[in-house]
């Protein structure tokens, strides 16, 4: 649960110098911007006498859609113009899907909050007027499924190996009116759960993949908010924010991700748990054509005064955790799959 004791109401807050106004940077898709009042909503509820300006702007990722994502050749496709307009002080804070972030930051940029995740899993989504049946199993072979993940392509060919995964690429809108168009090429797509619900589409999801089939990416589900390390008031006023839980489990997963030197040009996937006073994380790293793949997990006793650990204890513990799981992957040949995965897929850029 949110740190709701570490809260400043509103008008504590005007009276410690806290600015009347804070913009916050958002991606422009209708998506983003869905995310971003979501965050903006909550922060009014603490701060009802602050002002939320919304700055839209369009990243490198929503730009260039002529090409997969792993062929555009660097990490930071949806945050970068975001990051810049933070550094110039052009905004106070920016709303990401923690997914996006590369686990490096620039300096002076922090991760200052990790929001409640929702559904972390991939959907099959079908054509609307495609009577496929209920789940991928029941796609018939050679069916084209769109989706721009390797880490998708790696773990679904693995496992339905008739299939044929082709790119799609731009927001969620337009990946939904590609499919649905008459003359489409695809015949379903996999897509991130928590999107599709946040947009309002659950009735499109055909089938929740489970996780035996399809484990998720790094941050999957959940938002989060950057800043500058240095601005002191805003990183306090968003402290509440945090979710403990989701916070320990995403951490852990992006320490993993960051050990292994994943990116988006790299199949990781992972899938984190709390329960019975322990954190579990599984994580695993495929070949491109998932013929191969080093899977292992890390289970650990969470302390006894886990619900009220703070912020900082929580980063420790899932930073820890992630970088165990890194190194029993890397000392069971994982190394060479993410090198080979790399290879390839810097010949394609």
Not at 23 to 37: D, N, Y
Request: proline share 4%.
């Amino acid at each position: 649960s949110p740190y709701g004791h570490m809260a400043e109401k509103g008008s504590a807050a005007a009276a410690a110098g806290v600015p009347t106004v804070i913009r916050v940077g958002s991606r422009a898709s209708e998506l983003a911007l869905i995310q971003t009042r979501t965050i903006i909503a909550e922060l009014h509820s603490l701060y009802p006498s602050i002002v939320f300006d919304v700055v839209t702007m369009k990243t490198i990722g929503d730009l260039v859609l002529d090409r997969p994502l792993q062929n555009i050749g660097q990490t930071n496709l949806f945050t970068k113009e975001l990051e810049a307009a933070l550094a110039a002080k052009q905004v106070d804070l920016i709303v990401h899907s923690l997914k996006d972030m590369p686990t490096a930051l620039p300096p002076g940029m922090s991760l200052s909050v990790i929001y409640k995740r929702d559904n972390p899993t991939d959907a099959l989504v079908v054509r609307a007027n495609h009577h496929a049946g209920r789940s991928i199993a029941d796609l018939p072979p050679g069916s084209v499924i769109g989706t721009s993940s390797v880490r998708r392509v790696a773990q679904l060919r693995r496992a339905y190996p008739s299939l044929v995964f082709k790119t799609v690429r731009g927001n969620l809108n337009t990946r939904l009116h590609k499919l649905d168009e008459e003359a489409s090429e695809y015949d379903a797509l996999v897509l991130a759960t928590a999107g599709l619900v946040r947009m309002g589409w659950r009735d499109r999801i055909v089938q929740e993949l489970d996780l035996e089939t399809c484990m998720y990416a790094v941050g999957q589900g959940a938002l989060a908010i950057e800043t500058r390390s240095d601005d002191d008031v805003v990183n306090r006023l968003l402290r509440p924010l945090n979710d403990r839980d989701t916070l320990v489990c995403c951490v852990a997963e992006r320490s993993l991700l960051r050990m292994l030197e994943g990116g988006c040009s790299v199949p990781v996937a992972v899938h984190s748990s709390l329960g019975e006073g322990q954190l579990h994380l599984r994580g695993a790293v495929f070949s491109l054509d998932g013929s191969q793949t080093v899977q292992d997990a890390v289970t650990v006793k969470l302390p006894d005064n886990f619900g009220a650990s703070g912020i900082e204890e929580c980063w420790l513990l899932g930073d820890k955790v992630g970088v165990e799981l890194a190194q029993l992957l890397l000392s069971r040949g994982a190394g060479s799959i993410l090198q080979e995965a790399k290879r390839l897929s810097n010949q394609t850029q």
